[in-house]
């Protein structure tokens, strides 16, 4: 039996008998996918997952009324969030149009694609244009410590310029000059949080 240590008091134990000199070995963490685990719980109302090492997309929530309060599922390994997941958490999918009851969703320190950043965002937008500020609660969107950086195997906080790098400088040595655009994700992101048109959707980014 060989045991390795690899930090903070962890091992990984090989039950077989093997010669390692000077060879590198790579391990890779295997995780739970609960894409699809949550579908049709129409009374959820709290989750608390972290640190579960659980892993893919994000649950989705399917048929879901609503009523979810906190979701919390830091320190897992989720990569991906598919687009209309927070309106099935919120009840506008069903075209639900009473208050949702959402308070928190902390996604902190997963590794999510920069897309699955931009569709939070997007999803974020429409879910409070939908129910507007009258029929929603403060919500918070926690995304911090999910840019991942894989040659140290660290996490840290995206900026927004690299989240919303879609726009275009204004030129003007066109004919007529071309002005600028901005990326549209940067403008809905600018239309939430305080002081903004919908000051009850929060996105923490760092």
């Given at each position: 039996m060989l045991r390795l240590k690899i930090g903070n008091g962890a091992r990984i134990v090989l039950t077989e008998e093997q010669n390692f000199s000077n060879k590198t070995l790579y391990f890779q963490r295997s995780c739970q996918d609960v894409t699809n685990f949550f579908n049709g719980c129409k009374d959820l109302r709290d989750v608390y997952l972290s640190g579960c090492s659980l892993g893919a997309t994000i649950p989705v929530f399917k048929g879901n009324r609503g009523k979810l309060r906190y979701l919390i599922l830091s320190h897992n390994l989720f990569s991906k969030y598919e687009r209309g997941t927070l309106a099935n958490i919120s009840g506008k999918?069903?075209?639900?149009?009473?208050?949702?009851?959402?308070?928190?969703?902390?996604?902190?320190?997963?590794?999510?694609?920069?897309?699955?950043?931009?569709?939070?965002?997007?999803?974020?937008?429409?879910?409070?244009?939908?129910?507007?500020?009258?029929?929603?609660?403060?919500?918070?969107?926690?995304?911090?410590?999910?840019?991942?950086?894989?040659?140290?195997?660290?996490?840290?906080?995206?900026?927004?310029?690299?989240?919303?790098?879609?726009?275009?400088?204004?030129?003007?040595?066109?004919?007529?000059?071309?002005?600028?655009?901005?990326?549209?994700?940067?403008?809905?992101?600018?239309?939430m949080g305080s002081g903004n048109t919908f000051t009850r959707v929060q996105i923490e980014l760092n």
């Open positions: 999918a069903n075209d639900q149009v009473s208050k949702p009851a959402l308070e928190k969703i902390d996604l902190s320190n997963n590794p999510l694609t920069k897309t699955s950043i931009r569709d939070i965002i997007e999803d974020a937008y429409e879910m409070a244009e939908f129910h507007t500020n009258g029929r929603l609660k403060t919500i918070r969107i926690i995304l911090t410590n999910t840019k991942a950086n894989f040659a140290d195997g660290k996490l840290s906080n995206y900026k927004i310029e690299e989240i919303c790098d879609q726009g275009r400088d204004a030129d003007p040595t066109t004919n007529p000059p071309t002005p600028a655009v901005e990326d549209r994700i940067r403008v809905l992101f600018n239309k």
